[in-house]
């Protein structure tokens, strides 16, 4: 709630005791901590705060790959979430093949017809997109669209956003 209200002073001394309170718990290479590490490195993150962000969310991939295996969702999560502060910092070869293994995580789990699916087309798409490559990326907007008009409905945020986000691109194009 703090992080959402941009309270980041009051949220990051919280977000710190969670993660020592799950290290102590668990230990140093539980998927709780690597969630914790997560979470803080996302705030850290909003708060520009890369160069810290950074080796928290690859320690918790690293946990989540030795503890969940290389197919859990978790870890799909933090894969986007590293790829989209290397996107941030225009570090975007680093980015593109995170967001890519973040998307065959989430295709392979919950098939190719998933809101997360669809979610990780959109952060592609708008990774291609930085980078020029519209033809790339507009076809993985419009599947992330499709999805998300089949099992979203039509009124919902996540799809505006993706609208907005082909919109965006075709307008850059001219179109």
């Known amino acids: 709630l703090l992080e959402k209200q941009g309270k980041y002073d009051e949220a990051e001394p919280l ?19 690597a969630a914790s590490l997560n ?15 950074k080796p928290l969310y690859e320690r918790a991939i690293e946990i989540g790959e ?6 859990h969702p978790d870890l ?7 790829a ?9 070869d680093e980015a593109e093949p995170l967001f890519q293994r973040a998307l065959k995580t989430r295709e392979e789990k919950f098939g190719p017809n998933h809101p997360q699916v669809a979610a990780s087309l959109n952060n592609l798409a708008g990774l291609l997109e930085n980078q020029g490559k519209y033809d790339e990326a507009k076809p993985l907007y419009e599947r992330a669209i499709e999805i998300g008009e089949k099992t979203l409905g039509p009124n919902h945020p996540d799809l505006a956003t993706w609208l907005n986000n082909l919109a965006g691109l075709l307008e850059k194009q001219g179109k």
């Open 39 to 53: 979470n803080l490195a996302g705030l850290l993150e909003n708060q520009g705060k890369y160069d810290e962000a």
């Open 66 to 71: 030795k503890t969940l295996g290389p197919n």
């Open 15 to 33: 977000f710190q005791r969670a993660l020592k309170t799950r290290e102590e718990k668990f230990g140093p290479n539980h998927p709780q901590v």
């Open 84 to 92: 989209g502060l290397l996107e941030k910092q225009g570090k975007y």
């Open 76 to 82: 799909a999560t933090w894969l986007n979430n590293l």
